[in-house]
Protein backbone atom coordinates (compact mmCIF):
# COMPACT_ATOMS: atom_id res chain seq x y z
CA UNK A 1 0.00 0.00 0.00
CA UNK A 2 1.78 3.74 -1.06
CA UNK A 3 2.43 5.41 2.04
CA UNK A 4 0.07 8.89 2.41
CA UNK A 5 1.89 12.42 1.52
CA UNK A 6 1.79 12.94 4.97
CA UNK A 7 3.84 9.88 6.17
CA UNK A 8 6.51 11.06 3.28
CA UNK A 9 6.76 14.71 4.37
CA UNK A 10 6.85 13.20 8.20
CA UNK A 11 9.32 10.93 7.28
CA UNK A 12 11.68 13.32 4.97
CA UNK A 13 11.53 15.38 8.05
CA UNK A 14 12.51 12.43 10.34
CA UNK A 15 15.48 12.13 7.99
CA UNK A 16 16.99 15.48 8.24
CA UNK A 17 16.19 14.86 12.14
CA UNK A 18 17.84 11.88 12.36
CA UNK A 19 20.89 13.07 9.83
CA UNK A 20 22.22 15.55 12.24
CA UNK A 21 21.67 13.38 15.60
CA UNK A 22 23.64 10.35 14.49
CA UNK A 23 27.50 10.32 15.04
CA UNK A 24 29.21 11.06 12.00
CA UNK A 25 30.71 7.31 11.70
CA UNK A 26 28.72 4.20 12.96
CA UNK A 27 30.39 1.24 14.37
CA UNK A 28 30.54 -1.91 11.78
CA UNK A 29 32.27 -4.99 11.30
CA UNK A 30 31.15 -5.50 7.52
CA UNK A 31 29.58 -8.22 8.26
CA UNK A 32 32.71 -10.41 9.06
CA UNK A 33 30.93 -11.70 12.14
CA UNK A 34 28.07 -14.43 11.39
CA UNK A 35 24.52 -12.66 11.15
CA UNK A 36 22.73 -12.83 14.17
CA UNK A 37 18.95 -11.90 15.59
CA UNK A 38 17.64 -10.50 18.99
CA UNK A 39 13.81 -9.30 19.87
CA UNK A 40 13.02 -5.51 20.57
CA UNK A 41 9.66 -4.48 21.89
CA UNK A 42 7.48 -0.88 21.91
CA UNK A 43 6.21 -1.64 25.10
CA UNK A 44 2.71 -1.48 26.39
CA UNK A 45 1.89 -5.24 25.70
CA UNK A 46 3.97 -5.60 22.14
CA UNK A 47 5.78 -9.05 22.33
CA UNK A 48 8.24 -10.95 20.51
CA UNK A 49 10.13 -14.91 21.09
CA UNK A 50 10.64 -17.87 19.83
CA UNK A 51 7.17 -20.15 20.30
CA UNK A 52 7.15 -23.87 19.79
CA UNK A 53 3.88 -24.90 17.15
CA UNK A 54 3.54 -27.30 14.65
CA UNK A 55 1.81 -24.40 12.65
CA UNK A 56 4.58 -23.10 9.94
CA UNK A 57 5.11 -22.49 6.37
CA UNK A 58 4.94 -25.41 3.91
CA UNK A 59 7.73 -28.29 4.16
CA UNK A 60 9.20 -26.54 7.48
CA UNK A 61 8.85 -28.98 10.18
CA UNK A 62 11.23 -27.76 13.26
CA UNK A 63 8.07 -26.55 15.23
CA UNK A 64 9.16 -23.50 15.87
CA UNK A 65 7.90 -19.75 14.40
CA UNK A 66 8.71 -16.46 15.69
CA UNK A 67 5.42 -14.21 17.72
CA UNK A 68 5.50 -10.88 16.69
CA UNK A 69 2.12 -9.89 18.87
CA UNK A 70 1.70 -6.36 19.02
CA UNK A 71 -1.43 -4.22 20.24
CA UNK A 72 -3.61 -1.20 19.20
CA UNK A 73 -1.09 1.74 19.66
CA UNK A 74 -3.44 4.13 18.15
CA UNK A 75 -3.12 7.54 17.74
CA UNK A 76 0.31 7.93 17.86
CA UNK A 77 1.62 4.21 17.30
CA UNK A 78 4.59 4.69 19.41
CA UNK A 79 3.65 1.73 21.45
CA UNK A 80 2.92 -1.61 21.46
CA UNK A 81 4.86 -2.27 18.19
CA UNK A 82 7.27 -5.54 18.67
CA UNK A 83 10.40 -6.45 16.10
CA UNK A 84 13.16 -8.17 15.22
CA UNK A 85 16.91 -6.63 14.85
CA UNK A 86 19.72 -8.42 12.96
CA UNK A 87 23.35 -8.16 13.92
CA UNK A 88 26.71 -8.17 12.29
CA UNK A 89 24.81 -6.44 8.77
CA UNK A 90 26.58 -3.20 9.49
CA UNK A 91 29.33 -2.09 6.71
CA UNK A 92 28.21 -4.02 4.19
CA UNK A 93 28.48 -2.37 0.27
CA UNK A 94 24.28 -2.23 -1.14
CA UNK A 95 25.25 -3.93 -3.80
CA UNK A 96 27.08 -6.83 -1.99
CA UNK A 97 24.32 -7.29 0.57
CA UNK A 98 21.89 -9.83 -0.97
CA UNK A 99 18.14 -9.86 -1.39
CA UNK A 100 15.64 -10.55 1.74
CA UNK A 101 12.47 -12.81 2.33
CA UNK A 102 10.50 -14.12 5.16
CA UNK A 103 7.20 -15.58 5.60
CA UNK A 104 3.65 -14.29 7.49
CA UNK A 105 0.99 -15.32 9.11
CA UNK A 106 -1.51 -13.15 10.70
CA UNK A 107 -4.25 -15.89 12.20
CA UNK A 108 -6.69 -13.55 13.20
CA UNK A 109 -6.82 -10.47 10.53
CA UNK A 110 -7.24 -10.67 6.33
CA UNK A 111 -7.05 -7.58 4.93
CA UNK A 112 -4.40 -4.72 3.54
CA UNK A 113 -1.27 -4.69 5.67
CA UNK A 114 -0.79 -1.43 5.85
CA UNK A 115 2.48 -1.74 5.15
CA UNK A 116 3.24 -4.20 8.78
CA UNK A 117 5.55 -5.86 9.41
CA UNK A 118 8.14 -4.83 7.17
CA UNK A 119 11.77 -5.98 6.88
CA UNK A 120 13.75 -2.99 6.91
CA UNK A 121 17.63 -2.09 5.53
CA UNK A 122 18.63 1.07 6.19
CA UNK A 123 21.83 2.77 4.69
CA UNK A 124 24.66 4.98 5.13
CA UNK A 125 27.01 7.17 2.93
CA UNK A 126 30.33 6.57 2.91
CA UNK A 127 30.54 9.30 5.54
CA UNK A 128 29.02 7.03 7.50
CA UNK A 129 25.85 9.21 7.61
CA UNK A 130 22.34 7.77 7.25
CA UNK A 131 20.97 8.12 4.49
CA UNK A 132 17.25 6.40 3.94
CA UNK A 133 15.86 2.64 3.51
CA UNK A 134 13.97 0.33 1.69
CA UNK A 135 11.81 -2.24 3.40
CA UNK A 136 10.20 -5.16 1.84
CA UNK A 137 6.62 -5.79 2.80
CA UNK A 138 3.29 -7.61 2.04
CA UNK A 139 0.23 -5.92 0.54
CA UNK A 140 -2.27 -8.04 2.36
CA UNK A 141 -2.29 -10.31 5.19
CA UNK A 142 -4.54 -13.33 5.79
CA UNK A 143 -5.01 -16.07 8.28
CA UNK A 144 -2.33 -18.74 6.06
CA UNK A 145 1.22 -18.67 5.68
CA UNK A 146 2.59 -16.30 2.64
CA UNK A 147 5.80 -15.43 1.45
CA UNK A 148 6.80 -11.70 1.11
CA UNK A 149 9.90 -11.61 -1.28
CA UNK A 150 11.08 -9.74 -4.32
CA UNK A 151 8.60 -9.01 -7.27
CA UNK A 152 10.57 -10.38 -9.49
CA UNK A 153 10.25 -13.66 -7.98
CA UNK A 154 6.12 -13.20 -9.34
CA UNK A 155 4.09 -12.04 -5.78
CA UNK A 156 2.32 -9.01 -5.53
CA UNK A 157 5.10 -8.22 -2.49
CA UNK A 158 8.10 -5.73 -3.11
CA UNK A 159 10.54 -3.28 -1.86
CA UNK A 160 9.78 0.85 -1.13
CA UNK A 161 12.41 3.13 -0.93
CA UNK A 162 12.31 6.05 1.60
CA UNK A 163 15.00 9.01 1.51
CA UNK A 164 17.94 8.34 -0.08
CA UNK A 165 19.11 9.24 -3.84
CA UNK A 166 16.37 7.87 -4.96
CA UNK A 167 13.96 9.79 -2.30
CA UNK A 168 10.94 7.80 -2.87
CA UNK A 169 10.51 4.04 -5.18
CA UNK A 170 7.42 1.82 -5.08
CA UNK A 171 7.20 -1.68 -4.84
CA UNK A 172 10.63 -2.24 -6.74
CA UNK A 173 13.20 -5.07 -6.67
CA UNK A 174 16.00 -5.67 -4.61
CA UNK A 175 18.57 -4.88 -7.87
CA UNK A 176 16.73 -1.41 -8.12
CA UNK A 177 17.33 -0.75 -4.41
CA UNK A 178 20.92 -1.23 -4.79
CA UNK A 179 21.01 0.64 -7.96
CA UNK A 180 19.57 3.19 -5.64
CA UNK A 181 21.99 3.26 -2.57
CA UNK A 182 25.00 1.97 -4.81
CA UNK A 183 27.95 3.36 -2.53
CA UNK A 184 26.40 3.04 0.12
CA UNK A 185 26.61 0.65 2.90
CA UNK A 186 24.18 -1.15 5.26
CA UNK A 187 23.62 0.52 8.53
CA UNK A 188 21.16 -1.68 10.22
CA UNK A 189 18.57 -4.15 9.39
CA UNK A 190 15.51 -5.23 11.18
CA UNK A 191 11.87 -6.04 10.77
CA UNK A 192 9.23 -4.62 12.60
CA UNK A 193 5.23 -5.41 13.20
CA UNK A 194 3.51 -2.17 14.34
CA UNK A 195 0.93 -1.47 16.97
CA UNK A 196 -2.35 -2.34 15.02
CA UNK A 197 -3.03 -5.15 17.35
CA UNK A 198 -2.26 -8.24 15.20
CA UNK A 199 -0.75 -11.77 16.30
CA UNK A 200 1.85 -12.09 13.54
CA UNK A 201 3.68 -15.61 13.01
CA UNK A 202 6.81 -14.83 11.14
CA UNK A 203 9.25 -17.79 10.28
CA UNK A 204 11.75 -18.58 7.64
CA UNK A 205 13.13 -15.11 7.73
CA UNK A 206 16.45 -15.24 4.58
CA UNK A 207 18.96 -12.01 5.61
CA UNK A 208 22.30 -11.44 4.79
CA UNK A 209 22.01 -15.10 2.84
CA UNK A 210 21.30 -16.73 6.36
CA UNK A 211 17.85 -18.77 7.27
CA UNK A 212 16.74 -18.24 10.62
CA UNK A 213 13.95 -20.70 10.96
CA UNK A 214 14.29 -21.85 14.73
CA UNK A 215 16.16 -20.69 17.60
CA UNK A 216 18.89 -23.13 16.60
CA UNK A 217 19.65 -20.80 13.43
CA UNK A 218 20.71 -17.86 15.92
CA UNK A 219 23.96 -19.45 17.40
CA UNK A 220 25.86 -16.93 19.40
CA UNK A 221 22.83 -14.74 19.07
CA UNK A 222 20.23 -13.68 21.77
CA UNK A 223 17.20 -15.50 21.75
CA UNK A 224 15.50 -14.10 25.26
CA UNK A 225 11.77 -12.47 24.47
CA UNK A 226 11.08 -9.00 24.17
CA UNK A 227 8.19 -7.13 26.11
CA UNK A 228 5.64 -6.23 27.26
CA UNK A 229 7.55 -3.91 28.71
CA UNK A 230 10.12 -1.48 26.00
CA UNK A 231 12.90 -2.67 25.32
CA UNK A 232 15.43 -0.29 26.71
CA UNK A 233 19.12 -2.06 25.98
CA UNK A 234 20.55 -0.24 23.29
CA UNK A 235 22.26 -2.79 21.64
CA UNK A 236 18.63 -4.56 21.28
CA UNK A 237 17.51 -1.87 19.31
CA UNK A 238 17.85 -0.02 15.77
CA UNK A 239 20.60 2.62 15.63
CA UNK A 240 17.73 4.98 14.23
CA UNK A 241 14.58 5.75 14.97
CA UNK A 242 12.18 2.92 13.95
CA UNK A 243 9.81 4.62 11.17
CA UNK A 244 6.23 4.61 12.76
CA UNK A 245 2.64 4.31 10.16
Known amino acids: MKRSLITLAMFSAAIFFVAATLPAVAVADNGNAPTTMSFFSGGQGGHADWFVTADQPPGDLDRQAIRLITTNGAPTYEHGYAGILFHHVEGIPANAFPDS ?136 LPPIPISLP
Open 101 to 236: SFWVKTRDYAGPSFGSPRLVVAFQTAAGTYDGYADLRPLTLVPMWQQVSDPEEGGDDGWDVMGGPCVYSYNVPWSIVQDCFSGHTVLTAYIVADAYGIYHLIDDIEVNGKTFSSARDNGNGNNSSAGPTATTDPSL
